[in-house]
């Protein structure tokens, strides 16, 4: 399991978030993508809150997603905002 991980009770999906009403969750995994590189941009790699957005798109966002913006943001490509 990860790290972050320690038993089963602590298996949870992101909380809801009034941004985003509707079922299909897409935008709410793109915008904790973004806001948690964002926020560990501002704040550095060790400031605890930005977690919280990093567990987000874990939870939501499909793995070849977050593969595929990595690879983006290592190569310069990544469309979005950081």
């Given amino acids: 399991m990860p790290d972050m991980i320690k038993?089963?009770?602590?298996?949870?999906?992101a909380p809801f978030d009034p941004r985003f009403p509707n079922q299909n969750q897409t935008r709410?995994?793109?915008?904790?993508?973004?806001?948690?590189?964002r926020c560990q941009k501002?704040?550095?790699?060790?400031?605890e809150p930005c977690k919280y957005f990093q567990r987000?798109?874990?939870?939501?966002?499909?793995?070849?997603?977050?593969?595929k913006w990595d690879d983006q943001r290592s190569n310069g490509t990544f469309?979005?905002?950081i």
């Avoid at 987000?56 to 593969?67: A, D, G, M, R, Y």
């Fill in 7 to 13: 038993s089963a009770a602590d298996l949870k999906t």
């Fill in 28 to 37: 709410h995994c793109y915008q904790s993508y973004l806001d948690f590189y």
């Fill in 42 to 47: 501002v704040r550095g790699e060790k400031y």
């Fill in 56 to 67: 987000t798109f874990k939870s939501l966002c499909p793995n070849e997603w977050v593969e």
């Fill in 79 to 81: 469309p979005g905002r």
